[in-house]
């Protein structure tokens, strides 16, 4: 049998016409190969994401920029939202599909402190970047109080400087106030516990008696301000002192107003920072969706971390558009690419001041759920008592390991990441390596044992306490 040939059945334009006609065919069947072939797999192609501007936002704009949300089937818009609870409530509400979220918010929501709604995450959007910072006025006092080396004080800072300064604005009166972004939010514990392993009690929550403000029993009176106006507030007077994500301490060294004191690498380290969160229901109802959609922020992630860094600084060009955070690209810089300026200029290495995918970043640690709810417990957020058990159930019913499995599968059958970017799924437990992640107290956190942890502080609820 013959071979059917352009060339001698089509003689003259009627052969080119056909050769014109079977190209353009390829050409289409080409196009629709990828992200059309994908879009047909998901249930929902377009998507909106919220996130609010700060650095580590950046996987969302990394996965969209560079395609990899595109080449799942995904048409994603990302949309800045005002404050972590208008954030929250317009996910729980439908309005947005999902959204960058602090590593506490569906934890807290799925126990009903706040608003109550089932918010599950499968995807760690980075470890680390933040930092305490304060005013000129108290860095000019704390600084007396500091071990110093070569005229610059030996890192890490601890809260036992703050503790005197704090003293003596007691002593005239005048509350201490510091800010931090949200009840649940990385940001809030770390603070706490940096002051706390200082000898600062930075107040209780007592939210079965109504008391939500935290202040119950406080050395430090510890508010929420949204993060872009962190530095105003400081610089107004305000408060004396913030703890945030970046860029937002860096641009309080670029404005002269203030000096970061201790970064959360040295409060406690390679810990989940943000998440990507949506509700439960969203997640059952378009369960191939949120495969595609975590499969693309595991890509960006490890775009992010690839070749010791080397992408950062086009990291830090494309989220510094007005569109994403909207900071200069010299303020991001400063941290992103493995530096971190303090006093001005005692620029200091801090290569894992931010972390996107090394240490196995993006997968949800059972254990970094355990932690944030074991804080929760310690500040009185969870006002009764609870059994290690709960704490294990809570963390596998928020942190979602296996869809994350799932999406990473897909990935390695796919080419496009192996096996060594993951964690041995075969003998993973879900609770990070004891030694992991290093505490400013020396404390040890053994996530299979919450209780015993929580009872080891000095400063804290323990046992069956309750907040008076």
């Not at 972590?84 to 996910?91: A, F, Q």
């Not at 960006?300 to 950062?312: F, T, V």
């Amino acid at each position: 049998m013959k071979r059917f040939s352009l060339k001698r059945n089509f003689p003259g334009r009627a052969a080119s016409f056909a050769q014109a006609t079977v190209v353009s065919v390829a050409l289409a069947l080409q196009m629709l190969s990828a992200p059309a072939m994908a879009a047909k797999q998901v249930e929902k192609p377009d998507l909106k994401f919220g996130f609010i501007k700060l650095t580590d936002m950046v996987p969302l704009a990394i996965a969209k920029e560079k395609g990899f949300f595109e080449d799942e089937g995904l048409f994603v818009t990302l949309e800045a939202q005002a404050n972590w609870k208008v954030l929250l409530d317009r996910v729980i509400g439908g309005e947005l599909d999902g959204a960058h979220m602090l590593s506490g918010q569906p934890l807290g929501a799925t126990i009903g402190f706040g608003t109550k709604a089932d918010v599950i995450t499968a995807f760690t959007m980075d470890l680390n970047g933040n930092a305490c910072t304060v005013s000129n006025a108290v860095w000019s006092e704390m600084k007396k109080n500091l071990p110093m080396k070569d005229g610059k004080p030996v890192h890490p800072n601890k809260a036992d400087a703050l503790k005197p300064v704090i003293k003596a604005f007691r002593d005239k009166g005048t509350p201490f106030k510091m800010g931090m972004v949200f009840p649940v939010s990385t940001h809030n514990y770390e603070l706490r516990y940096w002051l706390a392993a200082g000898g600062v009690h930075p107040g209780y929550y007592a939210p079965d008696k109504g008391d939500i403000t935290g202040q119950i029993n406080a050395d430090v009176l510890i508010s929420v301000t949204p993060p872009p106006q962190m530095p105003a507030t400081l610089d107004s007077g305000t408060i004396h002192g913030y703890c945030v994500g970046e860029p937002w301490n860096q641009q309080a060294v670029f404005k002269g107003i203030g000096v970061p004191v201790v970064t959360d690498y040295d409060i406690r380290n390679n810990v989940s920072e943000k998440v990507f969160g949506v509700t439960k229901a969203w997640a059952e109802k378009y369960p191939k969706t949120h495969i595609a959609v975590v499969k693309a922020l595991i890509r960006a992630g490890k775009w992010l971390d690839a070749e010791n860094n080397k992408n950062r600084a086009e990291a830090a060009k494309i989220i510094s558009k007005s569109n994403y955070v909207g900071a200069d690209f010299d303020v991001i810089d400063n941290s992103m690419t493995g530096k971190f300026e303090f006093e001005k200029g005692d620029v200091r290495p801090a290569p894992d001041f931010n972390v996107f995918f090394r240490y196995n970043a993006t997968y949800p640690y059972y254990s970094d759920a355990v932690w944030y709810l074991t804080q929760m417990r310690r500040w009185g957020q969870i006002p009764e008592a609870k059994p290690d058990s709960w704490y294990m159930d809570i963390a596998k019913k928020v942190y979602r390991a296996d869809i994350y499995q799932q999406a990473a599968n897909e990935l390695i059958a796919e080419g496009k990441m192996t096996a060594a970017d993951f964690p041995d799924f075969a003998k993973e437990t879900g609770f990070r390596p004891l030694q992991h992640t290093k505490f400013i107290d020396g404390i040890v956190f053994d996530g299979r044992k919450p209780n015993a942890y929580i009872d080891s502080f000095k400063i804290g609820l323990k046992g069956k306490e309750k907040a008076k």
